[in-house]
């Protein structure tokens, strides 16, 4: 059996195919390009918004935190104090990697670890005075984001984008 490998690049606005032989067109028939590089360009929105976000946070002087700590502060600047299951299922993460990301947070001294007053094995997770601080800067490094992301689009082009997007994501 013979496998055709191929990468699909995306440059400056165009689709550049780099294909290991000459049997595309029997391999890429069934394939219609302009849509099905949606995982690619989610991808690669994922990395250039992260890259983003990390250089915002450097610039800002927190530079210790990672754009994934903006999921789980966001979270608790929102809920007040959850628990660390209620957290993952916010930030829609395993609660093993919230759990390593919290406790990063608890040593940062932005979030503290505090037993449920009604369950001693359940742990709250709740924002410390230096991690409510931090609302300012992520409230800035949002807005520096989302105009980047929906640089010129039209208000009804957004909310058609994310209602996309949702969809896509409800079918996981």
Known sequence: MHHTVFFVFIKEEEIVFQVDN????????????ETDIIISLIARIREKSSRFI???????GLGDLKPIHGDILLALFQQGEPTMKELADIVDRKKSTVTTLVEKLVRLGYAEKNQDIND???FRISLTDNGRGLKDCLIEISV?????VYKDMPEQEKKQ????LKRINDNW
């Open 144 to 148: 520096n984001l989302l105009g980047r």
């Open 161 to 164: 984008v994310v209602k996309s």
């Open 120 to 122: 001693s094995r359940i």
């Open 54 to 60: 990390a250089s915002e946070l450097n610039r800002l």
């Open 22 to 33: 000459s049997s595309i067109s029997n391999y890429f028939g069934f394939m219609n390009f």
